[in-house]
């Protein structure tokens, strides 16, 4: 079984970056492409982000391309969500779960392995 954990959320002010880290481990990293998800209070799960295994294919939501960057780094079996131009929407716990071999998937239902979250807070 993967496992998967996140870290980098915080507090920060509208306008503002903060990236992102989830670790995976207990099976070859190169064998799965990762998502980011994010999930606002009182509303479901949503798709962020993903990356294929080999990180040559990324896919992004509408509400954060341009502004999110997806990646990954297979020396610390690591991959990054750097989020810039932050706004109070974007304010949600963030997951990233793991698909073995890769699609892209939107649908959380696709995804059997997930982080713990990490919550991001963006003020106004």
């Known amino acids: 079984q993967v496992q998967l954990a996140e870290s980098g959320g915080g507090l920060v002010q509208a306008g503002g970056s903060l990236r992102l880290s989830c670790g995976v481990s207990?099976?070859?990293?190169?064998?799965?492409?990762v998502s980011w998800f994010r999930q606002a209070p009182g509303k479901e799960r949503e798709f962020v982000a993903a990356i294929s295994r080999n990180g040559g294919r990324t896919h992004y939501s509408d509400s954060v391309l341009g502004r999110f960057t997806i990646s990954r780094d297979s020396a610390r079996n690591t991959v990054l969500l750097q989020m810039n131009s932050l706004k109070p929407e974007d304010t949600a716990v963030y997951y990233c779960?793991?698909?073995?071999?890769?699609?892209?998937?939107?649908?959380?239902?696709?995804?059997?392995?997930w982080g713990q979250g990490t919550q991001v807070t963006v003020s106004s």
């Open positions: 207990g099976r070859p990293f190169s064998s799965y492409g």
């Open positions: 779960a793991a698909q073995y071999s890769y699609t892209g998937s939107e649908s959380p239902g696709d995804y059997n392995s």
